[in-house]
């Protein structure tokens, strides 16, 4: 067995090169290929651009049979069947954009054989004549890329991909490879929830992407201070995302008034217009693209050297893929984002006429953009635990750790913070332990009788601000955990039990006040 091991693992380092012309796996990317093509369930979370696409591809070229890959983009669908065919393969698609007589086609084809890969869009996947024909395919496995989409929890849920689930039992029992570029804790146990593959494989790879710097900054004076940073970065390709059509269109113009080689991309732009625009950055004609997020799913660019977030991102999600597409090639790659309340209050009210699960969970990803950018501890150190890494250090390479806030010794009130979570029973979410510390009344407190616990107004010295602060840091640093079962429950982990017991002493920093330091920049 271990021979053929070797020779299956020669065979497939023979496929990278003959097939695809590189030399050499990333990461993971043998093992999860091995484990696809052994039969079993794999579960890739791995950041942009970390090769997760050939971890289904070369499997697919292995196994008999065809491949079904659900992907949520046409247009994503479409580069890759292009660039699969380019390198020689079979591969095809099934989505909305195809003529009937084409869709026969292409099914007659997988129906014969001949197709090692085939793309399908989620709303073609779920039609019955769809169902009809993969019965009568030979499958080799499912892909299913973008497996955030799944998840009602995450930033991206698509309805149709929770029915994945119920057509791959149609077509028989095959296995499945899911992949993400994004899924915090809670979204990751959800996908495998509704996928029912908790028996897979995972294999996720840290997300720290140690080349980039992370920088918020007060949206004040954005403009001139869009046109310094850009300046400041000139000749060098960078993105700067806006959050409507008509921004885009403004701020390509002011850039271009102030000789920045600047091009618009939106969704609202005549389909030639936004190709060439596309092709004028890649191919280095035009320096910076501003652009709504429907620019960068898929695009390969690895020297852009700054992303900017002229307006506050929805989620931290949407934030951390779009950064990711900075510095690709492992040089320089800085994030700049402009936050302001406004935005999210704004953003908010984009919501209102979603269904209210929906507008509920859009909410708490918005309340974690703020808290994020509000913050003043290590941005990396925030990021990779939103994702459910632990950071023990500081990143030292981040607005907040290179310039640093003063802090202040929190050993008393970290413990009260503990002995609060501790007194509600661990059933209780940030905003009412902070209640219960500072002695405030209403309806929780008093249903619950905590106006009667020793720890209660015990933290009235200091406001909501200070507790809501000192509290997430307080979970950031592991003493408190989230409830993965229950949304906003927090619950005290071993290491909380013991600074209980045990306490010592322990630096926490006060978030930013960015009305105040514009207001003293103003001043100066
Ligand atoms: P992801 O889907 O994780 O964002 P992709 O699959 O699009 O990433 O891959 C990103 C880039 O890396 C692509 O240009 C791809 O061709 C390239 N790539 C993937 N695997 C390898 C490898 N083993 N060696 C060299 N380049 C690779
Ligand atoms: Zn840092």
Redesign the pocket.
């Known amino acids: 067995a271990v021979k053929q091991a070797v020779k299956q693992g020669a065979d497939l380092k023979g496929k ?1 090169k003959e097939v695809f012309g ?1 030399g ?3 990461g993971t ?1 043998e093992a999860v290929i091995q484990n696809v093509i052994e039969g079993n369930n794999t579960f890739v979370i ?1 950041p ?7 971890c289904y591809q070369l499997p697919a070229l292995v196994l008999p049979g065809t491949a079904i890959v659900i992907s949520p983009l046409i247009a994503l669908m479409k580069n890759q069947v292009d660039q699969l065919n380019a390198f020689g393969v079979n591969a095809q698609f099934l989505n909305s954009t195809l003529s009937k007589a084409e869709m026969n086609k292409v099914k007659r084809d997988v129906i014969s054989g001949d197709v090692k890969l085939l793309y399908v869009a989620p709303e073609s996947l779920t039609k019955d004549e769809t169902i009809d024909f993969l019965q009568k395919a030979t499958v080799s496995f499912v892909a299913i890329d973008e497996a955030h989409c799944i998840s009602e929890w995450g930033h991206d849920f698509r309805p149709e991909y929770r029915k994945i689930r119920g057509i791959i039992d149609n077509i028989g029992q095959v296995p499945i490879i899911a992949l993400t ?1 994004t899924a915090t804790p809670k979204v990751q146990l959800d996908i495998q929830k509704n996928l029912q593959m908790d028996d897979a494989s995972v294999f996720k790879t840290s997300f720290n992407r140690t080349n980039l710097y992370y920088e918020v900054r007060p949206k004040h004076n954005t403009k001139k201070q869009l046109i310094h940073y850009v300046k400041q970065h000139k000749g060098k390709a960078g993105i700067v995302y806006c959050l409507s059509r008509k921004k885009v269109e403004e701020i390509a113009e002011l850039l271009r008034v102030n000789d920045v080689k600047a091009l618009p991309y939106h969704a609202g732009l005549d389909p030639h217009v936004r190709m060439s625009n596309q092709d004028a950055f890649l191919n280095e004609e035009a320096d910076v693209i501003v652009a709504t997020i429907a620019f960068g799913m898929g695009i ?1 660019k690895p020297d852009v050297r700054f992303v900017i977030h002229y307006d506050t991102p929805k989620s931290i999600e949407g934030y951390y893929q779009e950064t990711g597409r900075g510095g690709r090639d492992g040089l320089e790659g800085n994030c700049l984002m402009f936050y302001s309340y406004d935005d999210i209050v704004k953003l908010e009210k984009f919501n209102k006429d979603k269904p209210v699960t929906e507008r509920d969970n859009s909410k708490l990803l918005l309340q974690e953009m703020a808290n994020y950018a509000d913050s003043a501890v290590c941005r990396r150190k925030q990021l990779l635990h939103y994702f459910g890494e632990t950071f023990e250090k500081d990143c030292g390479f981040c607005d907040n750790c290179l310039h640093p806030k003063e802090r202040f010794e929190a050993k008393d009130e970290v413990i009260m913070a503990l002995k609060a979570v501790v007194q509600t029973e661990e059933r209780f979410g940030l905003d009412h332990i902070g209640t219960v510390l500072m002695g405030m009344n209403n309806a929780h407190v008093e249903s619950y009788g905590h106006d009667k616990l020793s720890i209660y107004g015990q933290g009235k010295a200091h406001d909501a601000a200070f507790w809501h602060s000192l509290l997430r840091q307080v979970l950031l640093n592991g003493f408190l955990e989230k409830d993965i079962d229950n949304f906003g429950v927090v619950k005290i982990t071993q290491k909380g039990l013991d600074f209980i017991d045990n306490p010592h002493s322990i630096k926490l920093t006060k978030d930013h006040n960015y009305e105040e330091e514009v207001k003293e920049e103003q001043e100066q």
Do not use: N, P, V
């Open positions: 990278l590189y050499q796996f990333r990317q791995m942009t651009g970390a090769g997760k696409s050939l570029a390969d």
